[in-house]
């Protein structure tokens, strides 16, 4: 479904990826690691279409998303992709509800339609009770749960995550892996994640491994 051929990217002089051939096939679970500055997030950034490559060629399902207008390309992102991230990156002054229907509203969804689906997932991950409160009254773990709700709203293609089990303890880190797992067996869901955990790397379908911008 993702297919990434010669991609390079550089910050100044820094050669940060040095030409990456990578796929991903539907429905794959994948973990990247490797040491810090490895280029493991920059890899990750345009695989999810956040940053563009300085050369090579990137489709998903077919469309090489750099080749859309601008506006063409966040209505892609919005559509196919969803994002988890380390600090959850929740909208402080909105409750969980509100978080996880954003991506929805954002792609002109309805709002009874987008609030239905929304309490679903929250309801599917085990925070019914917890729909209506902002972000600083739920644990991290709950927070967590809040964002991997968020990146299914929109039902996207794939899901990248960057080290989506970096900010929780031992117990919620392996509640967090096992539900990729388990959207995986219910949704048929590709994820992409970054991790330094090594249990979360040894859980994936492939493990890659990077070292100075390159897979090896």
Same mark, same amino acid.
């Given at each position: 479904?993702?297919?990434?051929?010669?991609?390079? +990217?550089?910050?100044?002089?820094?050669?940060?990826?040095?030409? %990456?051939?990578?796929? %991903?096939?539907?429905?794959?679970? @994948?973990?990247? @690691?490797?040491?810090?500055?490895?280029?493991? /997030?920059?890899?990750?950034?345009?695989?999810?279409?956040?940053? +563009?490559?300085?050369?090579?060629?990137? /489709?998903?399902?077919?469309?090489?998303?750099?080749?859309?207008?601008?506006?063409?390309?966040?209505?892609?992102?919005?559509? +196919?992709?969803?994002?988890?991230?380390?600090?959850?990156?929740?909208?402080?002054?909105?409750?969980?509800?509100? *978080? @996880?229907?954003?991506?929805?509203?954002?792609?002109?969804?309805?709002? /009874?339609?987008? +609030?239905?689906?929304?309490?679903?997932?929250?309801?599917?991950?085990?925070?019914?009770? #917890?729909? *209506?409160?902002?972000?600083?009254?739920?644990?991290?773990?709950?927070?967590? #749960?809040?964002?991997?709700?968020?990146?299914?709203? *929109?039902?996207?293609?794939?899901?990248?995550?960057?080290?989506?089990?970096? *900010?929780?303890?031992?117990? =919620?880190?392996?509640?967090?892996?096992?539900?990729?797992?388990?959207? #995986?067996?219910?949704?048929?869901? /590709?994820?992409?994640? @970054?991790?330094?955990? =090594?249990?979360?790397?040894?859980?994936?379908? #492939?493990?890659?491994?990077?070292?100075?911008?390159?897979?090896?």
């Amino acid at each position: 479904m993702l297919v990434a051929k010669g991609i390079q +990217k550089k910050y100044g002089q820094l050669e940060v990826l040095k030409g %990456i051939d990578l796929e %991903i096939q539907s429905g794959e679970i @994948v973990s990247i @690691v490797g040491s810090s500055g490895a280029g493991k /997030t920059t890899l990750l950034q345009i695989l999810g279409t956040l940053d +563009k490559p300085d050369s090579g060629v990137l /489709t998903l399902n077919g469309v090489d998303p750099f080749s859309l207008s601008s506006k063409g390309l966040a209505e892609f992102r919005n559509q +196919k992709i969803g994002f988890i991230f380390q600090f959850h990156q929740l909208l402080p002054e909105f409750t969980a509800l509100e *978080n @996880v229907v954003m991506p929805a509203l954002i792609g002109g969804k309805g709002m /009874t339609e987008s +609030k239905d689906r929304a309490k679903q997932l929250l309801d599917k991950l085990g925070l019914k009770d #917890r729909e *209506n409160h902002q972000p600083a009254a739920l644990s991290g773990g709950e927070q967590q #749960r809040v964002a991997v709700a968020r990146a299914l709203m *929109n039902e996207p293609d794939i899901i990248f995550a960057d080290e989506p089990s970096g *900010n929780l303890d031992s117990k =919620n880190a392996a509640e967090l892996h096992q539900l990729f797992f388990d959207l #995986r067996k219910e949704f048929g869901q /590709t994820f992409v994640i @970054v991790t330094h955990n =090594n249990l979360l790397a040894e859980m994936a379908d #492939r493990s890659i491994v990077m070292a100075d911008g390159m897979l090896i």
